[in-house]
C-alpha cells in the first residue's frame, strides 16, 4: 500500500489530520485539494504533497483518493460538477469519509464503476484526535474485494474497523450512530440545565451520573464543557443537524417514529438560526441553561 499514491480532497479538520497521520506512517500522500486555497497550500507544505488547483489534477496524480466533505451537495459537485474526480479515474479508488446521505453514495459507487474505478464509504465515527493519530472507528462499504485491497491503508488510520455491507449500509449505521449521540448530548443538557435551575452542585451532578444508569460517551466528552461553556469545535452544531436530519429521512422511509430524533434536530437546527452552529455540540447547553443563548 505504501507505494500508492494517495489524495485528500477536503482538508478540514478531520481531512487535514489524517492526510498529517498516513504521511507519518510512510505513505505517499501525493496530492491535496480543498476550495479553500490557502489551507491547501499549507498542507502541501507539510506533507510534501502536489497542491492541487483541480480535483481531475488530484485524480490523474494520485491511486487512492479520499474525500472529506460537507455535505450531499459538496459531494455531488466534486463527482459530477464541470471539474470533478471522476475526469481520467479508470482505475483509480475513491474512499468517501464524510456523513451523507445513503443515496448519495450508492450514486457515487454506480458512477465509479461506470468510469471504471472504484468507490467506498469510510463512515468515521471520532474526532479531530483521532484522526490525526490513526485511531479513528471506521465503518466501510462498497465492494469487499475493494475494501480488502485498501485495508492496511484503512487499520493504519483507525483503531477499529467494520466492513458493513454494499453501498450506502455504512452511511445507515453512521446514520444511527450519529443520531444517538446527539439524543444523548440533548438529553445531558436538559438534566444539567434543570440541576442548575435547581440549585445543584454540578460537580457534584455530573459524578452522580457518571456512577448511575444514566452515563454514557457523552457525559465523558461533553458534559464538563457544558457547565464550563467550553465549545470548541470537535463537532459541529450544525453537523449534528445534519446528521439527524439523515437519520430523520431514513427512519420515516422506513415507517419508523422517531420523536427523540426530530425533538434532537430542532434543537440543533434552533443552535444554527441564532449563529451557534460554528460550536461544538455540547453547546446546545446553551440552550437548557438559564441566563445563555435564550
Not at 155 to 166: C, E, Q
Not at 189 to 198: F, K, S, V
Request: aromatic share 4%; hydrophobic share 45%; glycine share 10%.
Amino acid at each position: 500500500m505504501k507505494d500508492k499514491k494517495i489524495g485528500f480532497v477536503g482538508l478540514g479538520r478531520m481531512g487535514g489530520n489524517m492526510a498529517r497521520c498516513l504521511n507519518d506512517k510512510g505513505y505517499n500522500v501525493a496530492a491535496v485539494f480543498d476550495i479553500n486555497r490557502e489551507v491547501t497550500t499549507n498542507l502541501a507544505q507539510d506533507v510534501d504533497a502536489t497542491a492541487c488547483d483541480s480535483l481531475a489534477a488530484v485524480t490523474a496524480g494520485t491511486d487512492i483518493i479520499l474525500t472529506i466533505v460537507t455535505n450531499d451537495a459538496a459531494m455531488d459537485s466534486i463527482y459530477f460538477g464541470e471539474d470533478n474526480l471522476l475526469q481520467g479515474a479508470a482505475g483509480k479508488i475513491f474512499i468517501n469519509c464524510a456523513t451523507l446521505t445513503p443515496a448519495i453514495h450508492a450514486k457515487i459507487d454506480e458512477a465509479a464503476t461506470a468510469a471504471g474505478a472504484a468507490s467506498l464509504e469510510a463512515c468515521m465515527a471520532s474526532s479531530i484526535p483521532q484522526a490525526r493519530n490513526g485511531e479513528l472507528y471506521l465503518m466501510v462499504g462498497g465492494s469487499e474485494p475493494v475494501f480488502e485491497s485498501v485495508k492496511p491503508m484503512l487499520d493504519d488510520l483507525s483503531v477499529d474497523l467494520h466492513f458493513v455491507g454494499p453501498a450506502g449500509k455504512a452511511s445507515e449505521v453512521k446514520a444511527l450512530v450519529n443520531m444517538i449521540m446527539n439524543i444523548n448530548t440533548a438529553a445531558l443538557a436538559e438534566g444539567l440545565g434543570i440541576g442548575q435551575a435547581l440549585g445543584l452542585d454540578l460537580d457534584m451532578l455530573l459524578k452522580v451520573l457518571g456512577q448511575t444508569g444514566a452515563r454514557s460517551r457523552v457525559l465523558e466528552t461533553d458534559g464538563e464543557d457544558m457547565v464550563a461553556r467550553d465549545h470548541e469545535c470537535y463537532f459541529s452544531a450544525e453537523h449534528a443537524a445534519k446528521d439527524s436530519g439523515i437519520a430523520l429521512k431514513l427512519a420515516e422511509d422506513s415507517g419508523i417514529p422517531a420523536p427523540l430524533a426530530k425533538a434532537t434536530f430542532e434543537q440543533y437546527t434552533k443552535m444554527t438560526e441564532l449563529g451557534l452552529g460554528d460550536l461544538d455540540k455540547s453547546g446546545i447547553a446553551e440552550l437548557t441553561f438559564k441566563g445563555r443563548a435564550i
